[in-house]
């Protein structure tokens, strides 16, 4: 079975600077995507940024980047120049071929922003 | 327009009552879940819907019904829930439910069991 696993349940960082929150997963596919969600208090997730196993090349969106390790099976979200709005409940997920509908979420990480 | 809506915003509901919640999304999708979140945790899957067809069950116990009654309407229908059962439920929508596919999620509703 897969997993995935967040060891930070909160972080916190200075508005304008860099955070980096960690994400490792398991699995015996080869073939997977892996994504970030983000969960502001207000509720709504909304999809961060995405991953595709088979990319040699990191995804980037904006100040949103991944540090994407597959042969050490981890997934790490580097926010640069954070903002207030970027204080949330951040998730990794994973979705694997297997078992295509499933996603297969962390345990989340708290990102506080200090002004 | 990428919006999933969900209605009601919250709910409080006794345990021998019924009511439903209803989910809508104009995107064309032809998966929708939904997904039971306590707070501080991640969600958990309830049901899977692929093109109107119940796929995936994860062992929910029968007082949750879901629905479909077209490709833009999923419906969960519950009856003498458990305070337990209080928790913010989340409907998200897919083009399909294939593994490369971004789920949509919407704000949920606050369901209370008292």
């Known amino acids: 079975a897969q997993t995935v696993t967040q060891s930070q349940p909160e972080m916190s960082v200075q508005e304008a600077e860099t955070v980096t929150l960690s994400c490792t997963y398991d699995t015996s596919e080869s073939d997977y995507y892996l994504f970030w969600y983000k969960q502001p208090p207000s509720r709504q997730m909304i999809l961060v940024i995405r991953?595709?196993?088979?990319?040699?090349q990191n995804a980037t969106e904006n100040r949103f980047s991944v540090n994407f390790q597959k042969a050490a099976k981890s997934f790490s979200l580097k926010i640069s120049d954070s903002q207030l709005g970027d204080a949330a409940m951040y998730f990794c997920?994973?979705?694997?071929?297997?078992?295509?509908?499933?996603?297969?979420f962390g345990q989340g990480t708290t990102l506080q922003v200090k002004p | 327009d990428t919006e999933v809506t969900q209605t009601p915003k919250h709910l409080v509901m006794g345990m021998t009552n019924k009511k439903s919640l209803k989910c809508e999304q104009h995107m064309g999708h032809r998966a929708m879940y939904w997904y039971k979140q306590k707070a501080k945790k991640p969600p958990e899957l309830m049901f899977v819907y692929s093109y109107e067809k119940l796929s995936i069950n994860e062992s929910v116990p029968s007082r949750f019904s879901p629905e479909c009654p077209n490709s833009s309407l999923l419906n969960l229908h519950l009856h003498a829930l458990q305070p337990e059962d209080s928790a913010l439920y989340l409907c998200a929508s897919s083009r399909t439910k294939m593994r490369d596919e971004t789920q949509y999620f919407g704000p949920g509703t606050r369901l209370l069991v008292l």
């Open positions: 991953q595709e196993a088979y990319k040699q």
């Open positions: 997920a994973y979705m694997g071929s297997s078992n295509t509908g499933k996603l297969i």
